[in-house]
Each structure stands twice: as structure tokens, then as C-alpha cells.
């Protein structure tokens, strides 16, 4: 990647026209249609005016110091608001809340122009969903205008929905498959998988993340009643990760894994946004169609954990597999936290640090390896119990990162055999292009690809 690469990230260009929701549409609101499109309080207002800042700035989320993967603290409110509007979506490396929900979609739309009309649907109801507001009243003869899980007024509840494109949306529809990012696939099953196909890949994913799992529940159920037309459920998994207090002195640790090991103790740092740039989103110095510049790719992996084999296997074995202490998270060769370093170099036979030892087969910490680096944003999660009368619990993993290729898949390749493939097991997942931001009220998620789409020979008319 260039330098002027990294210092020139793009915002989604092209003007969009206003126009009226689906919703206006259907039932005439055009007041009840405004409170939906404007939230309350102003909020759209105040989001329009620092929409021109976040796009100077390629940032669609403010982190507030936190890092992606930190415990919740437990400080937020139901009135937390992430802005919507920026050259990246919200969702990548905003601080992870306390509970998330990926879903998995078929698109029924076939044609350029119903394709377009679901973004435009889609970012309508994520843009309100995200700022809050009144829910209109409408006749009682019709169905209500909202479920009522969360009651007459949305609170925002620091909510990010982030959508993202699966490969087989661009394959299944010859107009579209010019564009596809150029690492976009199929998630391929890798040794250790046993990938159920019911709860893998899918046209289209949207992760949802918020304080309280209400309101990703009331997120979904919302997009899934407002786009029928358009999308299919294919899949969903919902998660969660405990709250934490911050340490005395302010700092926070990273939130542990149903396994009782710290998770993202090495991510990058999400507040540095010249790495975030180099390791997250993609830009003119990648090998990518321009239209997808400001976007990332998505890794989504449900890894079940066999907890009760887990749970009678002796903590110095356990550490050993994972390559650190559990209590502290320190690294076994030496240091008292999460965030001290390894030194692999002075261990060159693995004698501290086993060298099949997750941590170090994941990343060897070489200058080589520096270019593998992805961004974790997990949840755990708890389905119940399984048909053998087993514990059906495990991560719902999501990484996010420019290159897929570099990424997420050659690190998955080193990891290929390791001792943990004895207490876990992938079973579902997928492979998703993140779309990039939308720069401020006249876009529309999608646009530079509709755009892009629509200037091909290929469209067809």
C-alpha cells in the first residue's frame, strides 16, 4: 500500500436524490414519516452538521479512548448515540457494547433498480434505528408502525448496524459479478470445520451491536418487517460479552471467552487511525474496485467450545494451549497483563511459550507477520443445550480487516492443527464485504456500487 494510499481514504462520492421511504409511501405519513426519517430531538440534525467532519476524517464512530475489544463497562445508557454518517460504517471499530447479533440474508432483489430500492429502504430504517426517535401512531386498523419491544420512543442504546455483501450476491446475478471485491468468497471449510449449512454464508449480513440485546432484537424484527420484498433470513446468531468495571487506575481489560482466557489481548490499536486504515479499511492503494473504497472485509466464524472436555482439562495444560496465564493474561514467558509482549526470540525451542501454543501459531510476532494483523470485534454465546445433552455454548467470532486473503485466512492456516482444535469446532459462518459509510443525508448505502453498476455495459436495463 502507498503512502498517499494510506493518507487518501475516499468517502463514498455521488449525489443522491431525496425521496420518499417505503413507509411514507404505503400509509401517506408524511408527519409520522418525518419523525421516522429525523428521530427525535434533532438528532438527524446534529448528525447532518458533523457528517462533513466525519468524512474529512474517515471516521464514522467515535471511540472515546476505548479499544474495539475492552469489556463493556457498564456505563453506558439507553441515550449512548453512535453518529451514522461517515466514510466507513459505524460497527468496525467502534468500542464493542455489551451484546451483538450477526444475520445472515438472501436477497430476492434481481435487478439494479430493486437492489438500489432496498439500500435506500435499508439505510432509511438503520439510520432512524441508530438516532432514535417517536414511533408514529397510526389507524388501528392497520398493523402498528413498530413491534413495541422498546415502546413508543427508540432510544438509541449506542446501536451500530452494519451491512455488509456475501459473495453470492454478486455470482448469483451476471450484472453484478464485474464488481466484486476481489477477495470476496465463499467461506471455504477449513480442516477442523464441520460448517452446517443452515447457519453459513448468506446474500447480505447486517451485525448488529447495542448496550441491551432488546434493542438488536427490535433492530432485526424491524428490518425484517420494513424489507420483506428484498431480504430472506437465512441465519442469525445472538451474543454477548460480560461487563467489566474499569480498573482503578482506568484502564480495561479485554473481555474473556467462554474458554476463561482474555479475547483481543493483541488486537491493533483501534484509536490509531493511520494503523486502522493500514490494517482495516481499504483504499486506492489496494487491488479493489473503486467503489468499494472505505469498505472492509468481514470474517464472521460460530465456534462451538466443547466446555465440559474444557473444564476438566488442568489449568497448566489450558495456559500451555493458549499461550497465556489465565487469571492475568499475561503471556508465559514473563509480565503481570494482558498487554504485555512476548518475546518469542528468546524462546526460539518454545520452552516458555509451547510454539504450537495458539497465540504464537496466530501471530508469530515477526516483521513478516506484521502484514496478517486483523481487527476482533466477538461476542460468546449460549444456544442451550444440544441434542446429546451437551452445553451448546462458544464465540461468535467477527474480524474484520483490508486484505481477507492476508488476513483472516492465512492466520486461520497457521491455527490449522493446533492443540485447541480439541476443544472447539466452527460450524457455521461466512465470508461478507463491509460497504463503505454513507458521507450524510443524501446517500444511501450501496450507492457507489449501484453507481458503479449502472455505468457498465453489462446492467441490465
Not at 430531538?41 to 476505548?66: I, L
Not at 460504517?89 to 444475520?103: E, K
Not at 483504499?283 to 479493489?288: A, I, L, R, T
Not at 461476542?379 to 442451550?384: E, K, R
Request: contains cysteine; aromatic residues 8%.
Amino acid at each position: 500500500m502507498t503512502e498517499d494510499g494510506k493518507k487518501n481514504r475516499r468517502a463514498v462520492q455521488g449525489g443522491g436524490c431525496p425521496y420518499a421511504s417505503r413507509r411514507e409511501m404505503l400509509f401517506g405519513l408524511a408527519g409520522a414519516g418525518g419523525a421516522l426519517a429525523l428521530g427525535a430531538g434533532g438528532a438527524f440534525a446534529k448528525d447532518a452538521k458533523q457528517a462533513e467532519v466525519e468524512v474529512k476524517t474517515g471516521r464514522a464512530d467515535s471511540t472515546s479512548g476505548r479499544q474495539v475489544a475492552d469489556a463493556p463497562s457498564g456505563s453506558g445508557n439507553t441515550k449512548d448515540r453512535v453518529p451514522f454518517y461517515g466514510a466507513h460504517q459505524a460497527g468496525v471499530i467502534t468500542p464493542r457494547p455489551a451484546t451483538g447479533i450477526v444475520a445472515s440474508f438472501d436477497v430476492v432483489a434481481r435487478k439494479p433498480e430493486e437492489l438500489e430500492q432496498m439500500f435506500r429502504e435499508l439505510t432509511d430504517r438503520i439510520a432512524f434505528l441508530t438516532q432514535g426517535g417517536k414511533v408514529p401512531q397510526l389507524d388501528p386498523k392497520l398493523p402498528p408502525a413498530d413491534s413495541g419491544v422498546l415502546g413508543p420512543v427508540i432510544e438509541p442504546d449506542n446501536l451500530t448496524i452494519t451491512v455488509g455483501l456475501g459473495d453470492s450476491l454478486f455470482e448469483n446475478r451476471p450484472w453484478l459479478k464485474p464488481l466484486k471485491p476481489k477477495q470476496l468468497q465463499r467461506m471455504p471449510e477449513f480442516p477442523n470445520d464441520a460448517l452446517d449449512a443452515e447457519r453459513s454464508h448468506g446474500d447480505l449480513s447486517i451485525q448488529f451491536s447495542a448496550n441491551l440485546m432488546d434493542t438488536n432484537i427490535h433492530a432485526l424484527r424491524d428490518i425484517v418487517k420494513n424489507l420483506p420484498e428484498y431480504l430472506v433470513m437465512r441465519w442469525m446468531q445472538e451474543g454477548d460479552v460480560p461487563v467489566i468495571p474499569p480498573k482503578p487506575d482506568g484502564s480495561s481489560e479485554s473481555a474473556r471467552n467462554f474458554l476463561g482466557f482474555h479475547d483481543g489481548s493483541a488486537n491493533p490499536d483501534s484509536n490509531d487511525a493511520e494503523l486502522m486504515e493500514e490494517v482495516v479499511w481499504v483504499d486506492e492503494g489496494d487491488d479493489e474496485p473503486e467503489w468499494a473504497y472505505g469498505g472492509t472485509y468481514q470474517a464472521v466464524r460460530i465456534i462451538r467450545n466443547f466446555v465440559e472436555r474444557w473444564d476438566r482439562t488442568p489449568l497448566r495444560e489450558q495456559e500451555r494451549i493458549f499461550g497465556r496465564k489465565k487469571n492475568s493474561g499475561a503471556p508465559l514467558d514473563g509480565g503481570t497483563t494482558e498487554s504485555d509482549v512476548p518475546d518469542y526470540a528468546a524462546d526460539p525451542e518454545g520452552k516458555l511459550t509451547p510454539l504450537d501454543a495458539h497465540i504464537r501459531l496466530a501471530n508469530p510476532r515477526t516483521p513478516e507477520s506484521d502484514e496478517n494483523l486483523i481487527l476482533r470485534r466477538p461476542f460468546n454465546y449460549s444456544n442451550g443445550v444440544t441434542k446429546s445433552g451437551q452445553l451448546d455454548q462458544g464465540l461468535l467470532f467477527i474480524a474484520y480487516q483490508a486484505d481477507l486473503e492476508k488476513g483472516f485466512i492465512t492466520v486461520q492456516r497457521r491455527l490449522d492443527g493446533e492443540p485447541l482444535e480439541e476443544y472447539i469446532k466452527p460450524v457455521g459462518g461466512g465470508f461478507f464485504y463491509v460497504l463503505p459509510g454513507v458521507p450524510g443525508p443524501e446517500n444511501y448505502l450501496g450507492q457507489s456500487l449501484i453507481e458503479a453498476a449502472k455505468k457498465s455495459d453489462d446492467t441490465p436495463t
